[in-house]
């Protein structure tokens, strides 16, 4: 196992001491649930949470499909489970790995319960993936359901940060080099 997930983890990763003191907790806790019981496969995905989040500042996407045409996309797009009107919205990015549409709240949702965890509906309340406890195990069981680790296990970033941010590991990631220098940063702090 790799070291702990600390506030002093996160703020070596350059988040504040407030949201290191919140969330570091709840990734630790989820960690397991995600395998990552590695240096590197922890190196690799707290890289992918804190770029994805700005260092956990924003859990809830910023919404402007004026600026970021991606979002106005969100809107009736079938693959992310949004068939009804204002559910691209509503379903906007959230928690750390910003769980994005319908269907993958339904999907966090039932993981989770399927693991024996209560947790509150996220189709119903979409807000409640934005609390770091349930935004963690979101992100955790999202890794786990979508083969991360075997491309964290290569220490693949570009693999990694395609599949996280594209859909696809063959697909290159909006902002791969800063999402390369996050990781080596946690390596040095993790181990």
Same mark, same amino acid.
């Given at each position: 196992?790799?070291?702990?997930?600390?506030?002093?983890?996160? %703020?070596?990763?350059? %988040?504040?001491?407030?949201?290191?003191?919140?969330?570091?907790?709840? !990734? &630790?806790?989820?960690? *397991?649930?995600?395998?990552?019981?590695?240096?590197? +496969?922890?190196?690799?995905?707290?890289?992918?949470?804190?770029? &994805?989040? *700005?260092?956990? +500042?924003?859990?809830? @996407?910023?919404?402007?499909?004026?600026?970021?045409?991606?979002?106005?996309?969100? @809107? /009736?797009?079938?693959?992310?489970?949004?068939?009804?009107? /204002?559910?691209?919205?509503?379903? +906007?990015?959230?928690?750390?790995?910003?769980?994005?549409?319908?269907?993958?709240? /339904?999907?966090?949702?039932?993981?989770?319960?399927?693991?024996?965890?209560?947790?509150?509906?996220? @189709?119903?309340?979409?807000?409640?993936?934005?609390?770091?406890?349930? /935004?963690?195990?979101?992100?955790?069981?999202?890794?786990?359901?979508?083969?991360?680790?075997?491309?964290?296990?290569?220490?693949?970033?570009?693999?990694? *940060?395609?599949?996280?941010?594209?859909?696809?590991?063959?697909?290159?990631?909006?902002?791969?080099?800063?999402?390369?220098? !996050?990781? &080596?940063?946690?390596? &040095?702090?993790?181990?």
């Amino acid at each position: 196992m790799t070291a702990a997930i600390t506030p002093a983890v996160l %703020c070596a990763a350059g %988040c504040s001491q407030t949201i290191a003191a919140t969330w570091a907790p709840m !990734l &630790e806790a989820a960690r *397991s649930f995600g395998d990552i019981t590695t240096p590197i +496969r922890a190196a690799q995905w707290l890289a992918q949470l804190l770029h &994805e989040s *700005s260092r956990l +500042r924003f859990v809830v @996407e910023i919404w402007g499909p004026d600026q970021v045409p991606a979002q106005a996309r969100y @809107e /009736g797009h079938k693959g992310l489970g949004n068939t009804r009107p /204002g559910d691209g919205r509503r379903f +906007r990015g959230r928690g750390p790995l910003q769980i994005t549409g319908r269907a993958n709240y /339904g999907r966090a949702r039932d993981k989770m319960r399927a693991a024996g965890i209560a947790c509150p509906d996220f @189709e119903a309340d979409p807000d409640a993936l934005a609390d770091p406890r349930w /935004g963690s195990l979101a992100a955790a069981l999202w890794w786990r359901d979508n083969n991360v680790n075997i491309w964290a296990d290569r220490d693949n970033t570009r693999a990694v *940060s395609g599949l996280v941010n594209r859909g696809d590991p063959r697909k290159p990631a909006m902002h791969l080099d800063r999402r390369i220098a !996050l990781r &080596e940063q946690l390596r &040095e702090v993790l181990g």
